[in-house]
């Protein structure tokens, strides 16, 4: 399975975005993620969706962002509102579970997100 993240740009603080990872194959079975990483910076969690649709978020990213899958497209969601300029970042999925009999885990090549002022 391949991961393509899109939707990143640059956008004013205060705007939106949403950010999509699409799967060359079927993630039904697995988890999706996304993190982001500014630059300099190391990676940190963003928010989680279960295989089942459970979500969950660090800190920052409650109340303003919103993750949400499409097992019909293979795909898993960011939504991004009232964006800051530290949301800056370089944004990755990944997608990880159960699949078959093995533990699998797939990620994507980042999208930049830039937020100005």
């Not at 699409?22 to 996304?34: H, Q």
């Not at 295989?51 to 978020?57: E, I, R």
């Amino acid at each position: 399975v391949q991961l393509q993240a899109s939707g990143g740009g640059l956008v004013q603080v205060g705007g939106s975005l949403r950010l999509s990872c699409t799967a060359s194959g079927n993630i039904d079975s697995l988890n999706g993620i996304w993190y982001r990483q500014p630059s300099g910076k190391q990676r940190e969690f963003v928010a989680g969706i279960t295989a089942g649709g459970s979500t969950n978020y660090e800190e920052f990213a409650e109340g303003r962002f919103t993750i949400s899958r499409d097992n019909a497209k293979n795909t898993v969601y960011l939504q991004l509102n009232n964006l800051k300029l530290e949301d800056t970042a370089v944004y990755l999925c990944n997608v990880a579970g159960i699949s078959g009999r093995a533990h699998v885990q797939y990620w994507g090549k980042g999208t930049q997100l830039t937020v100005s002022s």
